[in-house]
Each structure stands twice: as structure tokens, then as C-alpha cells.
């Protein structure tokens, strides 16, 4: 029988189609060894070097522990400075340096834990940097709950981190002790900005506003920048919520001697005034200023061997002596904020072990600072008072109005401005409510 002609045919199509088929993958895979061979000639002509500042390491001192000329890489490193000045590295910074075969440095990169990545990268005979930034949505997240246990134990199993607990706490650290104020049943809220790089959380922003209900009395705190200066947390009628002074200024273990018009001294071996309070701590422990302020004296100053002065507004002055060394910057004429590190516990001058002697003055008198009454910070301006009000029941409102968690998905009206900020234009003022107050 005859077979079809398509049946004869059939064989030479599918040895063509075969041929065809193998010369593609010849093609595909001569294309791939090709692309490999550029790929690892690409790889080749850079070298990496990669790792983190050592504590108490400056950037050229990891430059130079990676093998880089010095010359290179302080040319990289005065590139990055206006992004990332090199006091501002960190011991997690994932620090990345390439170099050409030749061995010249054509790359330093700086690697944040939040992926933000500062590069410097050569061009001819200079440099140029950048900041790559991962693209971030912001949406509003809010805490809720009931303490049980403690506030840290309460938050913390509300899925906040450490740091939130700790800015929450700060916020009122100057009207309410959350270490023995705090009672079962006590209520907290609050709205904090998150953002987000996909749909993982990238890092949470501005605390917004807060609220603390409880058997022991109830505060709230708004956030808000007057012009000019920077933002801070006021009551909703405009007062700070910080005092003038932090209550102490350092992390101590105890008070070794208190204020005293007679005090026998372990050294000199009699009784003398002793007009602050020694606070024992650990040799090298941070001690910061206890408000914003003008350095009067740094230096050496007899018994209190390393000594600081500090002056501050309504006629207060603070002393620190006895410290190991001096921070950064602090020297006579330089300003100081409050909680910036200004020198470390020692036991310089007369001291028989490592404690901070800290003074107190108003005026030229010296007070006892465990038990004087501090004035509140400066309010919100009086020119500012008006937009401060609008803000604040901005605030309040999104805290009552938002459920926990956060306003993903949400796209309604208010939502969506408050996203914006109470700032940007897009929720209008009620008329004259903003002129007072919330009640």
C-alpha cells in the first residue's frame, strides 16, 4: 500500500525542525558563554573590599585597615561629607570599596541598616556622590492598649519595638514615671508614621500624637515645630511637655552623697559644704547636659579635676566635675542642646572612685537639684498659637477617628490628608474653633 504523501514527508520536516532546534541552542549557549566570559571579565576588573568600623573606628582607619591608598580614599570620604560626614558613621554601616586592576579606588559605598546607600564614585580626576534612597510609602500606624504587667511589657506585645516603647515614654519622662505610676487597666494610644518599601516595614518615623489614661492622672502630647526651631511635644494648650532640665544627666547606679551644707570629706578630712549630688557610675559612663545652655568653662579646675560649666536661660547654670574626659566639641563659647553628650564618669581632682559631682545655680546661689521646681520648656509662640490649636485637633482627631494598626488600604478624604500632614493644605480650619484650646 502507497503510503500518503505527508507520511513520506513527514520525517525530512521533523529532521529539519531538529536542526533548526540544535542551531538555537548552539546559538543560545555560544550567546551564554559569551555573557558569561563579559560577566566574569566585568567581575575581574574590580576588586571588593567590604566589612564595618571597629568600635571607636573612623572611616580612614577602616580605609587603611582595607589596603586603600589614603590619598583615594580621603578624596571619597570629602565626596560623601556633605551626605554623610564621617562622625556620623556607624559600627553597622556596611562599607563597601572597589578598586580596577590597576588598583585605584573607582567606588566607596556606604550601606545603612534602613538600605539607604551613600556612593562616591570617580569621574576622570574627580569624584561625585550620591545618595540612593529606596522608594518608601508612608502610611499613619496607631498603638492601643491596656497595661498589664508594664508599659514596656504592654507595647511590646502590641508588636512595638524598643525604641517606640522608649520615644512614648519619653514624650511625658518629665510629668509621669512610668516605672511607678503605671497600674493595670491604665489605657495608652497613639499615632506614629511607618514607612514602608514594598510591603515590608521599612522604619517608623515622627511619634504624632499620644495619650496616657490612668488611676494616676492622664497626660497628651502633640508634636508640633514652631518656626525656626525644632519640633518638640506640647499639651494641647500649647505648654511643653519637657522641663528646662532632664532629671538627671547621666545613668547612674546610686547617689554616693547628696546636698549637704556639712559633709565630711573623704579626702581632706573634714567637714565642708558639698552643694550637689555625687552620683556613682562606671568610669567612661555618657554624661550629658541636663538642658539646652552655653559652655562658660571647660578644662581643669583644682578638686574637681576635668570640669564643665554650663549656662542656661532664667539665671541657671550647671556643673559637672570629676569627668574622665570632655565630649566632642565642648570647649568655652560652644552650645550645647539638652541630653548631648558633653563628658565621660571618671575620678579626676579629688575623688576616691568614679562618680559625677553635679551642681546646681541660680544665680550665684547653688541649689539642691533633687528638689528644686524646674520651669517648663519655652510654650508654642503666641504668633503661633492659632495654627498650633488647628494641628493639635488635627492630631486628636485622626487618633480617635483611626483603629489600631495601620491605614493601609484606606482611601478616604480624611485619611489621605492627614497622610499628608495637617500642614500641607488639605483639610480646612473649622472656622474659629483653632482659636482655643482643645477642651
Not at 558563554?33 to 568600635?55: I, K, N, P, Q, W
Not at 508612608?138 to 522608649?166: C, H, M, N, T, Y
Not at 494648650?237 to 545613668?251: A, H
Not at 541636663?290 to 541657671?316: A, C, L, M, Q
Request: hydrophobic share 35%.
Amino acid at each position: 500500500m502507497t503510503k500518503p504523501l505527508w507520511m513520506k514527508l513527514f520525517p525530512l520536516f521533523l529532521l529539519a525542525a531538529l536542526a533548526c532546534a540544535s542551531s538555537e541552542r548552539e546559538e543560545a549557549a555560544s550567546e551564554i558563554f559569551v555573557a558569561g566570559e563579559e560577566t566574569a571579565v566585568a567581575e575581574e576588573s574590580l576588586t571588593v573590599e567590604a566589612g564595618s568600623l571597629r568600635r571607636g573606628e573612623t572611616p580612614m582607619g577602616w580605609a587603611l585597615r582595607a589596603g586603600l591608598d589614603r590619598n583615594e580614599a580621603a578624596d571619597a570620604l570629602a565626596a560623601l561629607a556633605p551626605y554623610l560626614p564621617p562622625s556620623r558613621y556607624r559600627t553597622d554601616d556596611r562599607i563597601e570599596a572597589q578598586r580596577d586592576l590597576a588598583g585605584s579606588l573607582v567606588r566607596f559605598a556606604v550601606t545603612r541598616r534602613h538600605r539607604e546607600r551613600f556612593v562616591a564614585e570617580r569621574e576622570g580626576e574627580g569624584w561625585s556622590a550620591r545618595l540612593d534612597a529606596p522608594p518608601l510609602r508612608k502610611e499613619i500606624v496607631r498603638f492601643e492598649g491596656e497595661i498589664d504587667g508594664s508599659l514596656w511589657e504592654s507595647l511590646r506585645s502590641e508588636g512595638a519595638p524598643a525604641d517606640l516603647v522608649v520615644r512614648f515614654a519619653d514624650i511625658f519622662s518629665w510629668t509621669f514615671d512610668f516605672l511607678t505610676d503605671c497600674r493595670a487597666g491604665d489605657r495608652y494610644s497613639f499615632l506614629v508614621e511607618a514607612y514602608f518599601e514594598g510591603d515590608e516595614l521599612n522604619r517608623y518615623g515622627d511619634l504624632l500624637v499620644a495619650r496616657y489614661e490612668g488611676d494616676r492622672g492622664s497626660v497628651s502630647g502633640v508634636i508640633y515645630e514652631p518656626e525656626g526651631e525644632r519640633a518638640s511635644y506640647y499639651a494641647p494648650d500649647g505648654t511643653s511637655l519637657r522641663k528646662i532640665f532632664l532629671r538627671s544627666p547621666l545613668n547612674y547606679r546610686r547617689i554616693s552623697s547628696g546636698f549637704s551644707r556639712s559633709r565630711y570629706h573623704p579626702i581632706l578630712k573634714y567637714y565642708r559644704p558639698h552643694l550637689g549630688i555625687d552620683y556613682a557610675a562606671a568610669s567612661g559612663t555618657p554624661v550629658v547636659s541636663v538642658g539646652d545652655g552655653t559652655v562658660i568653662f571647660s578644662g581643669r579646675k583644682g578638686g574637681f579635676g576635668n570640669y564643665v560649666e554650663v549656662r542656661h536661660s532664667h539665671s541657671y547654670t550647671t556643673c559637672y566635675g570629676h569627668l574622665s574626659r570632655f565630649g566632642k566639641g565642648v570647649r568655652n563659647g560652644a552650645r550645647v542642646t539638652q541630653g548631648q553628650v558633653i563628658g565621660y564618669v571618671g575620678s579626676t581632682g579629688l575623688a576616691t572612685g568614679p562618680h559625677l559631682d553635679f551642681r546646681m545655680r541660680r544665680g550665684t546661689t547653688y541649689i539642691n537639684p533633687l528638689s528644686v521646681n524646674l520651669p517648663s520648656a519655652d510654650p508654642v509662640p503666641a504668633e503661633r498659637l492659632k495654627d498650633f490649636y488647628f494641628v493639635s485637633r488635627v492630631h486628636f482627631a485622626a487618633l480617635d477617628f483611626f483603629p489600631s494598626g495601620s491605614t493601609e488600604g484606606r482611601r478616604d478624604f480624611f485619611t489621605l490628608a492627614y497622610r499628608a500632614g495637617p500642614s500641607a493644605g488639605l483639610i480646612p480650619g473649622a472656622g474659629g474653633s483653632q482659636d482655643h484650646p482643645i477642651p
